[in-house]
């Protein structure tokens, strides 16, 4: 009986060792405020587990009271990560002073992506 439970306990685990593990890419604001500056804001992206050598574009849908063009412009409307070229970072510079508008930032993420732990940001404009 012993030896059964032996032989039983030693196909499980080479079992579970032939399994492979697959693991979905996520992708979240890094940290979910911006860092602040006298004139603007900086949003930034961080990845995990992106795989080697590929390239994504994450489009970023901008909302709240805040009117880009009159209170805000940015640096971009999307984020690249890997690449030749990668940009995790979108700057946001106020056009208007002590509006106190909320400006807010989504992630869109592509298919086979999943959110890390922010896929918003929010920032009040001075």
Sequence with gaps: MKKAFIILMAAAVFAACNKELTVTPAISFFP????????????????AFLPEGTEVNVPVR????????????VSAENF???????SDV??????????GKELN??????????????STASYTLP
């Design 105 to 118: 930032l989504s992630l869109v993420l592509p298919e086979g992506f999943e959110f890390g732990k922010y």
């Design 32 to 47: 979910n405020s911006p860092e602040v500056a006298a004139d603007s804001a900086i949003f930034r992206v961080a990845s």
């Design 90 to 99: 979108i700057i946001v510079w106020h056009l208007q002073k002590e509006t």
């Design 62 to 73: 901008f909302g709240g009271d805040a009117v880009k063009g009159v209170d805000y412009r």
């Design 80 to 86: 690249v990560l890997g690449g030749e070229t990668p």
